[in-house]
């Protein structure tokens, strides 16, 4: 059973910067050859939307139009972590973030019911 674990959250003001980070617990070499990875995120009285996903190899990217330009995926299949840098951020952006995986090939979607496998996720708070 694939687990993942959420980290980086935190409280930051518009405009500043947040890394999140997925780590992954099964081996790393299953790790970067079976599992696309997500990032979602849901805020209070809304339904949870995909933010960017990227693909086993790390070579295919999807972004949502919201944080197209601010935020970036990226992984290390040695280390089993997916990173999602997030930069320019706005209150907007508050959110719990989850991560997410699934076998998937292809461009990595960020539809959340392909995704099986779930974090418990991270509180991120822009606010000033």
């Known amino acids: 059973q694939l687990q993942l674990v959420e980290s980086g959250g935190g409280l930051v003001q518009p405009g500043g910067s947040l890394r999140l980070s997925c780590t992954a617990s099964?081996?790393?070499?299953?790790?970067?050859?079976?599992?696309?990875v997500g990032w979602f995120r849901q805020a209070p009285g809304k339904e949870r939307e995909g933010v960017s996903a990227?693909?086993?190899?790390?070579?295919?990217?999807n972004y949502a139009d919201s944080v197209k330009g601010r935020f970036t995926i990226s992984r290390d299949n040695a280390k089993k972590t997916v990173q999602l840098e997030m930069n320019s951020l706005i209150p907007e952006d508050t959110a719990v973030y989850y991560c997410a995986a699934n076998r998937g090939g292809g461009l990595p979607t960020l539809e959340s019911n392909e995704y099986p496998y779930w974090g418990q996720g991270t509180q991120v708070t822009v606010s000033s």
């Open positions: 990227i693909s086993s190899g790390g070579g295919i990217t």
């Open positions: 099964e081996s790393a070499s299953r790790f970067g050859w079976n599992y696309a």
